[in-house]
């Protein structure tokens, strides 16, 4: 069965440095999203894109963050300068259109130091 | 905008019984999506069921099933006979209208005894 996939599972880096988590939605999937869990805490959206453009996003994901499809099968979320309080699991989720479920990957753990 | 309300923290079923999960959710929207996840111990994400608001059946996909009171605004989630490797987190979400983003309770994590 098809699945989303991430890179790498775990990530560690220090404070103040850009990360990339990256992402393979499912291939015939149009729509394509991240979240976050902070551990032992709800599941929040971060942002939504769809024909190459963000279609939503929440009041978490700031100037700091940005999402990129730079080919036709990789979706990449880039943390600019990170903080202590970006620690979390980073899921990505795609569907295939916006009314149908959401397929998550295993997620990547990122531990800020 | 949408709100999920899991007021159960922790289950403890028996294996091989039933157990269901209470979901409530608040939206002024006239359609919506309602959807169930699994998470294991390891963290990953599994989608379990869906039910969109104007089907006029409960969803059910094998031992799941969803039992959908509009009026009500619940969407709880039934898992018939238990299984060990039930054991996790169980959220629900929404997706509004107008959203493409899913909305997540809280999460209620169940116990499958043996």
């Known amino acids: 069965e098809p699945e989303v996939t991430q890179t790498p599972s775990h990530q560690v880096t220090q404070m103040g440095q850009e990360v990339i988590l990256r992402c393979v939605p499912i291939s015939n999937h149009l729509y394509f999203y991240w979240y976050r869990q902070i551990l032992g805490q709800k599941v929040e959206f971060l942002v939504s894109?769809?024909?190459?453009?963000?279609?939503?996003k929440s009041e978490i994901f700031d100037d700091q963050f940005s999402v990129e499809r730079p080919d036709g099968s990789n979706f990449t979320l880039k943390i600019r300068s990170t903080k202590l309080e970006d620690s979390a699991m980073y899921f990505c989720?795609?569907?295939?259109?916006?009314?149908?479920?959401?397929?998550f990957g295993d997620g990547t753990r990122l531990s800020i130091l | 905008a949408q709100k999920i309300t899991q007021t159960q923290p922790g289950m403890f079923v028996q294996e091989k019984e039933a157990v269901t999960l209470d979901c409530t959710y608040d939206t002024s929207d006239p359609s919506y999506g309602l959807f169930w996840y699994k998470q294991p111990s390891s963290g990953e994400m599994i989608f379990l069921i869906y039910q969109g608001s104007y089907d006029q059946q409960n969803a059910t996909e094998g031992r799941y099933s969803l039992n959908f009171q509009k009026a009500r605004k619940s969407a709880n989630l039934v898992i018939s006979a238990s299984q060990l490797g039930d054991s996790a987190m169980y959220f629900c979400a929404m997706r509004g209208s107008n959203d493409y983003k899913l909305s997540f309770g809280a999460g209620t994590t169940v116990t499958v005894r043996a």
């Open positions: 989720a795609s569907s295939f259109g916006p009314n149908q479920p959401q397929h």
């Open positions: 894109f769809y024909n190459n453009e963000i279609s939503e």
